[in-house]
């Protein structure tokens, strides 16, 4: 049976009141030190855990932060959660992570869910199909800062926190060039999502405004599979391409296992260049060139200016974090 332990159960063990005990473990000036010390050995006894849900409603802060996420399968989201962790612990806060599973409905579920639970904010990275925020937006009805992440709406009227997508396609596109590439493929994600509308146009308009003559191809690969299998048509057609380009960490791993599968060598047959977290690119040998994005880097940009929005700033930001090339052996 399970007997759980009360500020009532503590006052009548002592025999003082439950405000004196209450204030007692909050370390209140009024209650002295002999006191304190009585009740705090009898709490840690008996094992004392204060009623969260209680606080919750009494001061409507839950010191809990919703996070939705694609999934947490991903590097890149991995790294992300694991970086607001970090800082939640060091400010008190823990973490509600949520999948929306690139699910509308289920998206729209996770968000009733964190006003449900009187979430403190909400760190969002929308599916593709989003089209109507509205949702989202009620958040603010309930006093709950929102803070959109990565995959971001258009709206402008909202706190996004991204990577810069288009300098780190134009990065990535301007190395090609200079390493004198000829026949590239460009892999991007799904058209709908922010970050695809970003990082296309920002990598052709590199080759467009270069003398090169480079034969530029871009296609687009929504999972590993399809990148896995898109790859080896292309490596099997007649002007096989000297260089791929992979907007995300999914596509590179498709593609590399293409590349493997095929039996070529990287940089001798073909070339490789990415957009990362810098996971992946660092499990193959050579390793691969890659622009990083970082998760955990965007983590902690959201979660500081997360309490910023707490602390009353009404101002309304789209932030990024830098782009930075890292190179390896694979062009």
Do not use: W
Request: aromatic share 10%; charged share 25%.
């Amino acid at each position: 049976m399970r007997h759980d332990t009360t500020l009532k159960k503590i006052s009548q063990i002592l025999d003082i009141s439950i405000s004196t005990v209450s204030r007692a473990l909050k370390n209140h000036p009024d209650i002295s030190e002999k006191t304190k010390q009585k009740v705090l050995d009898l709490a840690n006894t008996l094992e004392y855990e204060p009623n969260a849900y209680a606080i919750n409603l009494r001061t409507n802060n839950s010191k809990i932060f919703g996070v939705i996420v694609p999934t947490v399968s991903y590097f890149f989201y991995d790294t992300f959660i694991s970086s607001l962790e970090e800082e939640c612990k060091k400010n008190g806060y823990s973490l509600m992570i949520l999948q929306s599973g690139d699910n509308t409905e289920t998206e729209t579920e996770n968000i009733k869910i964190c006003r449900h639970n009187r979430v403190s904010g909400v760190f969002a990275c929308i599916t593709p199909n989003t089209t109507d925020i509205q949702p989202f937006l009620k958040l603010d009805e309930s006093d709950i800062p929102l803070i959109f992440f990565d995959k971001v709406p258009s709206y402008e009227a909202c706190n996004k926190i991204c990577v810069a997508d288009a300098q780190a396609a134009k990065t990535a596109a301007e190395l090609i060039i200079q390493k004198k590439k000829k026949r590239v493929v460009g892999f991007f994600g799904n058209e709908k999502l922010s970050i695809t509308q970003k990082r296309l146009p920002a990598f052709t308009e590199i080759f467009k405004r270069s003398n090169a003559a480079i034969n530029l191809e871009t296609d687009f690969a929504l999972s590993f599979e399809e990148a896995y299998k898109k790859t080896i048509l292309y490596l099997n057609s007649k002007n096989k391409p000297d260089t791929f380009f992979c907007m995300s960490d999914e596509i590179l791993a498709g593609v590399i296992k293409a590349i493997q599968k095929s039996d070529l060598k990287i940089p001798k047959d073909v070339s490789v260049v990415a957009i990362s977290n810098g996971i992946i690119p660092k499990l193959y040998y050579p390793e691969i060139t890659y622009v990083e994005t970082s998760g955990y880097k965007l983590g902690k940009l959201a979660f500081s200016h997360m309490i910023a929005c707490i602390a009353g700033n009404t101002f309304v930001q789209e932030l990024t974090i830098e782009s930075v090339l890292v190179e390896g052996g694979s062009i």
